[in-house]
């Protein structure tokens, strides 16, 4: 998955509108990085979104050690409903999934995610 980090929401949505028809319409070849799966933010909604307690989180699920929800947060020492509220926005944006086996509710990360802006030299 890839975050990309954009001034402005309403530019970079005519770019892919435009696109998107054209490709539609058969006038230009789909191509593999565009259609990869990327979440648009701009600055501020990237740091909302991104709170050092959710890179904590996101770290520690990664690593694929957890349970459940409330071992995570055992984990983190913080409140279960914390860790829940913002697993849930997490599995909204898509980075993280939720496997539910029985009672339990693990969550897990699919794709690792990446930042191109930050890793081009």
């Given at each position: 998955?890839?975050?990309e980090?954009?001034?402005?929401?309403?530019?970079?949505?005519?770019?892919?509108?435009?696109?998107?028809?054209?490709?539609?319409?058969?006038?230009?070849?789909?191509?593999?990085?565009?259609?990869?799966?990327?979440?648009?933010?701009?600055?501020?909604?990237?740091?909302?979104?991104?709170?050092?307690?959710?890179?904590?989180?996101?770290?520690?699920?990664?690593?694929?050690?957890?349970?459940?929800?409330?071992?995570?947060?055992?984990?983190?020492?913080?409140?279960?409903?914390?860790?829940?509220?913002?697993?849930?926005?997490?599995?909204?944006f898509?980075?993280?999934?939720?496997?539910?086996?029985?009672?339990?509710?693990?969550?897990?990360?699919?794709?690792?995610?990446?930042?191109?802006?930050?890793?081009?030299?």
């Amino acid at each position: 998955m890839k975050i990309e980090i954009v001034e402005g929401l309403s530019k970079k949505m005519k770019g892919d509108n435009a696109y998107v028809k054209d490709a539609i319409a058969g006038k230009t070849r789909i191509l593999g990085k565009k259609a990869e799966k990327t979440i648009v933010m701009t600055p501020e909604i990237f740091a909302k979104v991104f709170s050092p307690q959710r890179v904590k989180m996101i770290l520690r699920i990664e690593k694929n050690r957890i349970k459940n929800i409330y071992q995570l947060a055992k984990i983190l020492g913080r409140k279960y409903e914390a860790v829940h509220r913002d697993i849930k926005l997490l599995e909204g944006f898509g980075i993280i999934k939720l496997k539910k086996k029985d009672r339990e509710v693990k969550p897990f990360i699919e794709e690792k995610i990446r930042l191109p802006e930050f890793l081009a030299a």
